[in-house]
């Protein structure tokens, strides 16, 4: 008996295959990329505005909790408050001394963020107060925070608006 004897090929990929597949693949990349950025973006301001936001309401509910007013301020040295409206430099919340020869206590410190993003104030706002009432004493009427990404992403800017009475909200652009 004989036996039947098949001949078997390997069977592969080949270069011209491997080729289509990599282009393929390149492209959907580069369509993708652009997204990815700006949903990390996206993450990244909401990241940081809920940090200032999150301040908002610390400052507010431990002026209320102590019955002294309690100031949140642009720092950009994290000792003191500074007179610009420059909050991505960092923030500082302090208390308010109760005798002008003493120096207020610092409950929180916000350093400089590492990314290139702004948070600037409208109205020239440096300072928030909050009195023991919870009210924000000696602002100009509404005022806005906007958070702009650095590149530009209008999708990604962020906004707090904050009013006298102390209330604070977050919103998207548009």
Known sequence: MMKNC???TERGVTLVETMVVVAISAIML???APSF???TQKFRANGEASELLRDFQFTR???IKQGLPITICASADSLACSASTNWHSGW???TEPIDINVTGTVLRIQKTWSSKDTFIANNDVSKVRFNRDGFAIGLPGLVTFTLHTSPANDNATRCIA???TGRQELQNSG
Request: no cysteine.
């Open 30 to 32: 580069s369509m993708a």
């Open 61 to 63: 509910s431990e002026a």
């Open 162 to 164: 904050l009013i006298k």
């Open 37 to 39: 950025i700006g949903m």
């Open 92 to 94: 500082i919340v302090i």
């Open 6 to 8: 098949r001949h078997t």
